[in-house]
Structures are given as C-alpha cells and as structure tokens.
C-alpha cells in the first residue's frame, strides 16, 4: 500500500515549512482504523509491507541519492568517506535496528541491480548472482546444519554409552554398533540390562562379573565419574571460550530476529563449542535436550555463511531472512520434521517472515533433514525419531481424558516457567551466579546420585519418550508390558488387560522420575551450560500421559459391563486402550504448557511419530494446554526468559488497551534536561564532539534553530561520529570551532576555518507523529514497522523522542511491574 493513499499518514514536502522535512506524520488521531487497517496489511510479523510508495517520494525529491547508502547514512564529507562508506548505516552491539530503513536500502539496491541487468553479460551474471544468493546461503546453512547435527548425533550417542561401559575392539563404536558389529557370532544382546560379547561394561572391566553389590557400586560410581567429568568439560568450555554458547539460545534468537543486535552471539566460537558442549551435558545425564540449541547452532551457520554474500552481510533486515530459515533447519534436523522446522520459525521466533522466507525455510529445513538422513549410522530411520507401530482407534469418550492430559501439560507449565524464573532471579541477584562452575557441579552430582537407581531416569530422556510411546509387544519383557494376557485370543497383545505386578512396580517408578524430572528440570534450565527444554518437557509430559493410560486401561478393564465402555469394549475380553498413545499425547500437552506453541507442535509430533490418525487427540490436548496456561500467564518460557534478561522484544501477540498518548510517554519529561538536538549550520565540531561525549543517546534530531525547534530530520550517532572522526584525519582546515553544514547551501568564510558539510548523513525523512497520537496507534508503528525511535512534534516543532525502549517501559509500567528491568533499546 502506497502511503499517500491514506489519511492517516501525510507525506509532507511542504516548502512553507522553514525546515522543509520529509517526514512520516500521523496527523489524524481521530481515524484511527485507517491506520490499523494500513499497518495489518503490511504482513504477518510486522515489517513485511509496501514501500513503493515510500521509495518514490526519496527519487522524486530535490535531493537525489544516487545509491542505497546515500539514503542510509552513507557519507561522504568532502570526499573523505569512500574508505569508510561500509562502516556507515551500521549498528552498535545491543541496540536494535531499523527495519524500516534497511528494507528500503534492500528496495533501493533492488532497483539498481535490475538497472545494471541491461548492460553487457557481466553485468547481467551480476544481477543473476544477487537474484540466487539467497538460495544458495540457506543451501549452505542446511548442508552445515545438517552436518553439525549428524556429528553432535553421533559423539553424544557414544559419551553417553561411555558412562556404562566401552568397545575394547573398537573404543570409537557406542553400545549399538559395538553390539551389532558381532552379531555373526551370534553373541549380540541390545538388552539394556546385559551386555553383549564385545561390549565391556565397567565392572567387567574391573573384573567383577554378575549382578552383585560390587558389581552394582562399580556401575554407579562410574556412571557418577563420568557424568561429573562430562559436566565440568562443557561448563569449562562456555565459560572460558563462548560464554554466548550457555543456554538453548531461543530466548535471543527470538529478540535477534526481532531485529536486536547481539554481536558474537551467532559467531564461529559460539558454534563450536556450543556444538561440543551439547554433546557432553547431554552425555551427561542431566536433564536437559540439544534440540532448543540446534536453532542456536543452525542460525550460527546462517549468520557465518551470509557475510559470504554482500546482499545480506550489509543489511541486518535481510540477514535476518536467512536466521528465520536457519531456525527451521535447526528444528528439522533436531526432530527429523522439516515441515513442523518451517512452521516453529514462522510461528515462535520469527518477527519478519515474508512469502520468500518461506519457501527458502522450507528448502533449507528439506536439505538438512535430508543430510542428517544421509549421514546417520547404523541404518536407524532418524526422520521418524519416536515411531509407532500401532493405528488402532480412539473413541470420543476418550477425550476426557485427552482433555486432562491437556490441563495437567497446562498447569505443569505454568509450575515450571514461575518456579524456574523465581530460581533464574535468584541465581542472578545472589553469590551463586559468580560462581557457575560450582553450580554446575552440584546439580551434574545431584542429578547422577539420584538417577541411577531408577531406570526410568538412568536412560536417556530421548529412549524413555520412546519407550513411553511404544505399545506392548510379544518381545516385551519390561516392567511396563507386565499384563495378564488371555492368550486364547488370536491377537493377545491388540487388546488390554489386567495389569500385572511389573505394571504396578513400573508405575510408583515412573511417579518418582515424575516428581524428580519436574524439580531438576528448574534448577538446570538457565545454568551456565548448553541446555534445551524440549526433550525434558516431553519425557515429563510422557510420563504423565502413560500414567493417565494405564489408569484409564485399568478402568475400563474392571468395568467391561460399563454402559460408558461399550463403545470401547467390544466383548467381555476385547477392549482397546492405548497407554502408548496417552504417552504421546502428554509429551504434545506438556511442550506445549511450557512453550505455548499450537499448531507447529502437534505438526512436530505428527512427524515425530508418524500418527496421523491420532492427530485431533494432540490437538484437543495442545489446545487445552494452552488455554489452561494462558489462563495464568501468557508468557512462555522463552518470553518469560526476555523479560527476565531485559531484551527490548515488543511481543506482536499481545493488545495494548490503555489510552495513554504519546505525550505521555515521550522523552524529556517534566524536571528532564532539554533533548539534545544539533542544529542544521551552526552546530561546530567540539559542539557535536561534546554532544556525542556526555550522551549516549543512538541518535540526534537536527533541527533549523534552538529558539525555533523546527525539525529538518534526524541523524545517528554512529554516522555522526566516524563522520566527524574521519574528517579530522583526511581534511585539512577542519578544527574545532569549524561549523558541521547539514545542509545543501554551505557558507564559506574566507577567513575562517574549513566547513564540514555532512549533509548524506541526514534523515531527511524520520518517522514522526503528534503530541497527541494515541499510544495504541505508537505501539503498532513499532511492531509493524519495526522502528527504532519515532519524533514527537507539535505543528512542525520538535518537542521530544519516543524510542523503543521508551516503549517497553510504559508497557511494564502499565502491567505493575519494574521499568528498569528493559535493560537495551
């Protein structure tokens, strides 16, 4: 939509004005909707809309920006600039950026690329390379993330069999391989309670054979050593290399590609040891996933790869197109689901998704599923990563308890996100967050000493989910498959009966891993190590749904004759209850009450499973997860954990109803110092140095005079100062009382010291809008155009700033709670 086409915005050129700016100015407050109804239009996550009309007004100006950068704040100051004319238009680390102007810069480069397509062939495999760079950087990202994925796969496949025992013959293999590589000599047992012929467990290798106390404290205590040492390694790492690699990474790529700028946080470092770390606490035993941090390894890939290419590496608005199709990746080959990768980025964390994006997402998530496919050993099929091998029906009186699975994956994660967030607060305001290492060591030996006796929290989160899934079958022998079956019935094993006393057993143990797993899982996510809380969720949500299962089985099985059950029963012996299936329903309602996540969940665990027929289940449970947990708070974990870090995410989901205008809000306020302008040609370079020296501000507005504060436009603090910094070098004449010219007519005094004229600096065209615009209206020009500050003017007069730090605090100042607390603008 063009601008000019509405009310509600005025693109004003008005000679009369004394200043002559170009500005975007809310001028009518009343019509409101028309506004609404322009912004709503410009795309799904805020910045996706129309410039052209915007464009058109910069090249029918009277000042013709012969380039992209012109526009942006490139500068040429006498011609001492083309060195340095990269360095302008770019951000500082921990502040935002402006959406607005960096799609245009993109419009503008576009428009130029297209012009140079009519000379000679180079000029056209030019326009060529910049139109399939983009395919070409998020090939590159999936064919890394991939390969990342496959590695990370395999090393913590074989640290985690480490704590159990090792392959004399080839130390390299884990259990599996070890196992299966001697299956010719017919010795091979993947049992999880003995060990094949050429896999040594610790007490054989120490030369205690059985099942006896010597052999069990042996066990233990190696499994301890080994744990602690894995821990210690990762928290080493992170702390002494990539401290950015700690965490799943969601919460900052979220508020990075809301457009925040956090340098080295996407870097080779963080990538590397990220990738080592989530290896070893994985192989750990703690409780904790690396699926939430493989979109933090993935989008490191797509930040590394897009300075190969000048299109995205000079442009933080088009970077991020690549980030939103690198976090698809990292979910794709975290779980093997391609598609649920595309619909996570699109849904959870990315703020500007345009239709390309979407198409590059889903091609990027399709090649690193299909190399983490290709490179995957042992012939396992990792795109369905917990699979079932059942179809049978659920009926509709099975959606109460489906219904209560969902309330209980609700309130769980309203449990976890308050008590995790009240631990996160304490571990930074006391002496515990100075000291990680030893945090780390205490919960890695909490974790082992309490594990190891149950099964169920011993093995892998990943192998309990898939054992919960699972249904019984004739070469079942746990705990869990402990039934007195009829076997006069031609398919014993399809359909329920009578638990046994292994079921009984199995089910106190699940109920002691439940109550463990819930209260370690809040004091590990947030340590000072790589840790993910998908995995965990879904082994805590798993359990819940299994313990539901058989509770219900057993129900129905005592109460055959039921006039409830007949549509379950279909005699006296044949009755159909699924525990698998409550299992993977808990898992769904479970992830979903901590991450808030709706219809990109139930298509992640459709893939994860292969389930199609038991997909409306998931959705009943998701959705009831949901709406149990919004009725508490609506934050997820990942927002809860912005908030708490202070990042200036203006959350797109949520409805501003207060009626506050911009007056309100704006800066200075009353007893304030005035707002710290520059003046247009009287403004001299230890003025501006001065100014730049005792603020801190991103930015200056310019304006005619101090006595008039007519506003002519805005320029940034950074341009302004290599601007300034590289004049002094290069020019001669420039002092400190030599005047900076924002202008196109410069005054030369014969007699005086050499001008600076800085004019391609200058935003001729800042956002602005009246004293009295509503705040609502304010809010949505900052989600939806993804500006960073907006002016405040009353009939052409400068009367102050709002930026979004501004923002944010009136926000939390609205909800009672601490204003402070929004740390970065």
């Known amino acids: 939509m063009d601008y000019r086409e509405t009310d509600a915005l005025v693109m004003d050129y008005s000679d009369s004005n004394p200043a002559q700016s170009r500005s975007l100015t809310v001028t009518n407050t009343d019509d409101e909707s028309l506004l609404n109804a322009m912004i709503d239009g410009m795309g799904t996550h805020g ?16 000042h013709h920006y012969e380039d992209a950068n012109d526009y942006t704040g490139a500068s040429n100051v006498m011609d001492t600039l083309e060195d340095l004319s990269l360095e302008f238009g770019k951000y500082d680390d921990f502040h935002t ?75 390299w293999f884990n259990r599996e391989q070890c196992c299966w590589s001697g299956s010719s000599n017919n010795e091979t047992s993947l049992s999880e309670e003995t060990d094949c012929g050429q896999w040594h467990s610790w007490s054989r290798m120490f030369g205690v054979e059985g099942d006896g106390t010597g052999s069990y404290f042996i066990a233990y205590s190696m499994y301890i050593l080994w744990a602690v040492f894995f821990a210690m390694v990762a928290a080493l790492l ?48 703690l409780s904790l996933g690396y699926e939430a941090p493989f979109v933090h390894v993935a989008c490191c890939c797509g930040n590394i790869f897009s300075y190969l290419f000048p299109k995205y590496s000079r442009n933080e608005a088009k970077k991020r197109e690549i980030l939103s199709a690198a976090a698809a990746a990292g979910v794709s080959v975290a779980f093997g689901t391609p598609i649920g990768g595309v619909l996570f980025s699109l849904e959870e964390v990315s703020y500007y998704f345009p239709l390309k994006t979407l198409w590059r997402s889903f091609f990027c998530a399709l090649v690193a599923a299909f190399i983490l496919r290709s490179i995957k050993p042992f012939g396992n099929d990792y795109l369905v990563m917990f699979s079932i091998d059942y179809n049978e029906p659920w009926t509709l009186l099975e959606l109460i308890p489906f219904i209560l699975i969902g309330a209980l994956g609700g309130l769980f994660g309203v449990f976890f996100i308050k008590y995790n967030i009240k631990w996160c607060k304490f571990r930074k305001t006391s002496r515990l967050g100075k000291f990680p290492m030893f945090e ?50 031609s398919e014993p094993y399809k359909w329920s009966a009578l638990a046994g006393e292994g079921v009984g057993s199995a089910v106190w143990k699940l109920t002691l891993a439940l109550l463990f797993k819930m209260i370690i899982t809040i004091f590990t996510i947030g340590t000072k190590i790589p840790a993910g809380l998908f995995i965990p969720s879904m082994a805590i949500g798993s359990i819940i749904g299994r313990l539901v299962g058989i509770g219900m089985e057993q129900l129905v099985v005592n109460n055959v004759d039921s006039v409830f059950f007949s549509k379950i029963c279909e005699s006296q012996d044949k009755c159909i209850i699924t525990p698998g299936l409550y299992a993977m329903v808990g898992a769904a309602a479970a992830l979903g009450g901590v991450t808030r996540m709706t219809i990109s969940l139930v298509v992640i665990m459709f893939e994860l499973t292969g389930g199609l027929e038991y997909i409306v289940p998931m959705m009943v449970a998701v959705m009831t997860s949901k709406w149990v947990g919004d009725a508490f708070n609506r934050d997820s974990i990942y927002d809860a954990h912005i908030t708490l870090n202070g990042y200036p995410y ?58 008039s504060q007519y506003l ?28 900076i010219y924002l ?16 004019r391609k600096i200058l935003d001729l065209a800042p956002v602005t809008i009246t004293d009295q615009t509503p705040m609502e209206i304010v809010v949505e020009m900052f989600r939806k155009l ?40």
């Not at 052409?796 to 204003?819: E, F, M, S, W, Y």
């Open 47 to 62: 910045a996706q809309h129309d410039l052209n009309g915007y464009m058109h007004s910069f090249e029918q100006s009277d």
């Open 97 to 171: 950026i402006d959406w607005l102007r960096d799609i245009a810069r993109d419009r503008m480069h576009h428009r130029q690329v297209v012009k140079k397509r009519q000379g000679g062939l180079w000029r056209r495999l030019k326009g060529a390379h910049d139109a399939w760079s983009g395919w070409v950087c998020v090939l590159l990202v999936g064919l890394a993330a991939g390969t990342c994925a496959g590695i990370v796969d395999i090393g913590t496949s074989w640290m985690s069999d480490l704590k159990e025992g090792v392959c004399l013959d080839a130390f």
């Open 238 to 285: 992170v702390r002494m290399f990539a401290p950015y690699a700690c965490g799943s990474g969601v919460p900052e790529i979220k508020t990075i590609l809301s457009g925040f700028i956090i340098r080295g946080y996407l870097g080779k470092w963080t990538l590397l040891i990220k990738s080592l770390g989530m290896m070893l606490t994985v192989a750990s035993g």
């Open 440 to 489: 780390v060591l205490g919960l890695v030996l909490i974790t082992s000493l309490l594990s190891y006796p149950n099964h169920y929290t011993r093995m892998n989160s990943s192998e309990l989910i898939r054992l919960l899934v699972s249904r019984c079958g004739p070469e079942d022998n746990s705990e869990l498959c402990d039934y007195n079956r009829n076997s006069d019935l």
């Open 650 to 707: 203006l959350d797109h989901k949520e409805e501003f109803t207060h009626t506050t205008i911009a007056a309100d809000v704006m800066r200075p306020r009353r007893n304030d110092p005035p707002l710290a302008v520059i003046t247009q040609n009287s403004c001299t370079v230890e003025e501006a140095e001065n100014l730049l020296r005792n603020t801190e501000h991103n930015g200056f507005p310019v304006v005619v005079s101090r006595e």
């Open 712 to 739: 002519v436009g805005f320029v940034l603090r950074r341009d302004l100062n290599l601007a300034i910094a590289n004049a002094c070098k290069t020019s001669d004449g420039v002092v400190s009382n030599s005047i």
């Open 743 to 758: 202008t196109e007519q410069v005054s030369c005094d014969p007699n005086g010291p050499a001008p600076l004229k800085l």
């Open 786 to 825: 993804g500006i960073r500050q907006t002016l405040v003017t009353h009939k052409g007069c400068l009367l102050g700033i709002i930026t979004k730090k501004d923002v944010l605090r009136h926000i939390a100042q609205l909800r009672n709670q601490d204003p402070e607390s929004i740390l970065f603008n």
